[in-house]
T-cell receptor, first 113, second 115 residues
Framework: EDQVTQSPEALRLQEGESSSLNCSYT??????LFWYRQDPGKGPEFLFT???AGEEKEKERLKATLTKKESFLHITAPKPEDSATYLCAVQVTYGGATNKLIFGTGTLLAVQP | DGGITQSPKYLFRKEGQNVTLSCEQN?????MYWYRQDPGQGLRLIYY???????QKGDIAEGYSVSREKKESFPLTVTSAQKNPTAFYLC??????????????FGPGTRLTVT
């Protein structure tokens, strides 16, 4: 069964304290991995797409990497405004011609000033 | 500004009533999706549509219905047959994929409470 697991469930950091969030997956036929940020009561905001092992993407203090079994979202010198839930989703083939996303349950990040 | 709008933001209904959630996009995306989000669970796919006048069931379609009469619009009806309708509902859209999946963009969500 296709599955996406995110860890830790929650993470509390001090401002400036770098860390990483993990997204591990077991799927048949990965077609892409996506990272989203979600603020409370709002829709997810797209951050990155990764397609193949070894690929890396960066945006401000965030850097996403991908291996054959997992992805990491590295947060360098985080600020309080980085506090949010970070969602990982894996794209798999669904119904023949359609791709669907399987989402993890997210990591709730809190950055203390 | 291009984007996805969902209305209303909050919706309250009595048990046994059908309710329709609105989703409109002006991104010129072909594909549109409905998800539901519950505490402690990942987003789950309800219905999706790749083109106008065509849609398919997702993983949890029972008790829901949709229509896709226009490219910009993909309304979701939560019927009285849905056993646990209280949830946060998210609409998304994406460019129609070729060899690679393009990212999905999400609306702000509708929080439905049924009592």
């Amino acid at each position: 069964e296709d599955q996406v697991t995110q860890s830790p469930e929650a993470l509390r950091l001090q401002e400036g304290e770098s860390s990483s969030l993990n997204c591990s997956y077991t799927v048949s036929g990965l077609r892409g991995l996506f990272w989203y940020r979600q603020d409370p009561g709002k829709g997810p905001e797209f951050l990155f797409t990764l397609y193949s092992a070894g690929e890396e993407k960066e945006k401000e203090r965030l850097k996403a990497t991908l291996t054959k079994k997992e992805s990491f979202l590295h947060i360098t010198a985080p600020k309080p405004e980085d506090s949010a839930t970070y969602l990982c989703a894996v794209q798999v083939t669904y119904g023949g011609a359609t791709n669907k996303l399987i989402f993890g349950t997210g990591t709730l990040l809190a950055v203390q000033p | 500004d291009g984007g996805i709008t969902q209305s209303p933001k909050y919706l309250f209904r009595k048990e046994g009533q059908n309710v329709t959630l609105s989703c409109e996009q002006n991104l010129n995306h072909d594909a549109m999706y409905w998800y539901r989000q519950d505490p402690g669970q990942g987003l789950r796919l309800i219905y999706y549509s790749q083109i106008v006048n065509d849609f398919q069931k997702g993983d949890i379609a029972e008790g829901y219905s949709v229509s896709r009469e226009k490219k910009e619009s993909f309304p979701l009806t939560v019927t009285s047959a849905q056993k646990n309708p209280t949830a946060f509902y998210l609409c998304a859209s994406s460019l129609r994929q070729g060899a690679l999946q393009r990212e999905q963009y999400f609306g702000p969500g509708t929080r439905l409470t049924v009592t």
